[in-house]
């Protein structure tokens, strides 16, 4: 998948409401079926903003990524809601979400 096409994909309607931040990512990985490297692209944004929207603003920004990545998906484009957890408050060492960020900093 070419870039220039993904972020014209990626730019194309408006931005996230409230002047919430989501930065689009590109990583590859291995296609299980066909065992050859693709790429996938990431809608990234802190966890900790996410958090501390209002309801309405809370569900306005969710309402946007899940349309932004329903209008990629359409056009072909491998994409993922990824949120980063960028504040350890409330992980235990147990807990899955302080698992995957202890995998997210390794990276």
Not at 42 to 64: G, H, I, P
Request: proline residues 6%.
């Amino acid at each position: 998948m070419n870039r220039d096409f993904v972020r014209k994909v990626y730019s194309a309607g408006s931005p996230p409401p409230f002047n919430f931040r989501v930065n689009l990512s590109e990583d590859t990985m291995l296609d299980p079926e066909t065992k050859q490297e693709v790429p996938i692209y990431y809608l990234l944004f802190k966890n900790s903003e996410f958090q501390s929207l209002s309801r309405r603003q809370l569900t306005d920004v969710a309402v946007w990524l899940k349309e932004k990545h329903d209008q990629m998906r359409s056009m072909g484009i491998r994409v993922l809601i990824q949120p980063i957890f960028d504040t350890q408050e409330g992980l235990q060492a147990d807990n899955l979400k302080y698992k995957i960020q202890e995998i997210i900093n390794k990276k």
